[in-house]
Nanobody
């Protein structure tokens, strides 16, 4: 499956952005979807994930209460709504897809397919 992330940009602290991840396959609903981010000089880290039907989601502690994740399986699209952005949220955000066991959802190895990433920059 091919993934195309979009929606990044340069914003100020406290602003909001919505990232989208469009998937190429009609079998998109078979995949657990995830958002990860990577800041310069740091390892890629888990941000959020959604189960295949969107009924279960999980968010990293650092973004809980500010970010929400959702998916529209009729549009093959996965979203990350980011509110109250902070400078420490600055990173390249990648979406990922995997036919993974839910218990492994926070690990990069659980996802076989990755999008190219979209840059999010938050100024103070």
């Amino acid at each position: 499956v091919q993934l195309q992330a979009s929606g990044g940009g340069l914003v100020q602290a406290g602003d909001s952005l919505r990232l989208s991840c469009a998937a190429s396959e009609r079998t998109y609903s078979r995949y657990v979807m995830g958002w990860f981010r990577q800041a310069p000089g740091k390892e890629r880290e888990f941000v959020a994930t959604s189960s295949r039907n969107g009924g279960s989601t999980d968010l990293a502690d650092s973004v809980k209460g500010r970010f929400t994740v959702s998916r529209d399986n009729t549009r093959n699209t996965f979203y990350l709504q980011m509110n109250n952005l902070k400078p420490e949220d600055t990173a390249v955000y990648h979406c990922a897809a995997g036919q993974t066991i839910w218990g492994q959802r926070r690990t990069t190895n659980a996802y076989a397919y990755w999008g190219q990433g979209t840059q999010v920059t938050v100024s103070s």
